[in-house]
């Protein structure tokens, strides 16, 4: 089963400068308890924005593609066909980000978990690819108001691939 998990605006944005669009600790909570025990698969951007490297009790794919280089504590890949396989070897992975690893997973990926946080950063400049309906069907939405730790409402909402 391969998944991507991410956290979207209202317009799709993912991040800007190479940074998430926001805190929000709830989303943070809520991806490590659905990632950790299983496969994480990113790209080099997304490696070096995160504060702690690899992310602890998940196995870590790092898609880059300078061949000589290689991540720390992650398994380091150089094409996206590499990269599915070993995603593959397991039950469930997860596509963590960033905007080009996205867009050139979802069309392998069975089912999404999207973070809809109800803001729009105008100032964005990375994306998630639209989630044409067409395509996926929604099986599950929780809603949460903002409060003191979480400065925006936002939904979890899981969308699984539509059968052909
Ligand atoms: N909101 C969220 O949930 C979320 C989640 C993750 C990330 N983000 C945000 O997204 C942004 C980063 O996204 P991004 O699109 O700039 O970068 P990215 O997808 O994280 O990484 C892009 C890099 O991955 C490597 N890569 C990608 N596809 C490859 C392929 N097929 N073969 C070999 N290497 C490949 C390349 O590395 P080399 O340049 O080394 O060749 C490429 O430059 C940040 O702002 C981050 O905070 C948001």
Not at 12 to 24: D, F, K, M, S, V
Not at 42 to 60: A, D, F, I, Q, V
Not at 72 to 79: F, K, L
Not at 106 to 134: G, K, Q, V
Request: hydrophobic fraction near 40%; aromatic fraction near 10%; include cysteine.
């Amino acid at each position: 089963m391969l998944n991507i998990i991410v956290a979207i605006d209202e317009n799709n944005a993912i991040g800007r400068q190479g940074e998430l669009l926001c805190h929000l600790p709830a989303d943070l909570q809520h991806f490590k308890a659905i990632t950790t025990g299983h496969t994480v698969l990113m790209g080099e951007r997304t490696w070096l924005s995160l504060p702690h490297r690899p992310l602890p009790h998940r196995r870590n794919i790092v898609l880059t593609d300078r061949v000589s280089e290689t991540f720390d504590g992650a398994i380091t890949v150089y094409d996206l066909q590499e990269a599915l396989r070993l995603a593959n070897e397991e039950e469930e992975a997860f596509v963590i980000g960033g905007g080009m690893v996205y867009r050139q997973c979802i069309a392998w990926a069975d089912r999404l978990y999207i973070t809809h946080i109800h803001h729009t950063w105008h100032d964005a400049d990375t994306f998630f690819p639209e989630i044409l309906p067409s395509c996926w069907s929604e099986v599950k939405r929780e809603e949460f108001a903002a409060d003191d730790n979480n400065p925006y409402d936002f939904s979890f909402v899981t969308y699984e691939r539509k059968k052909a």
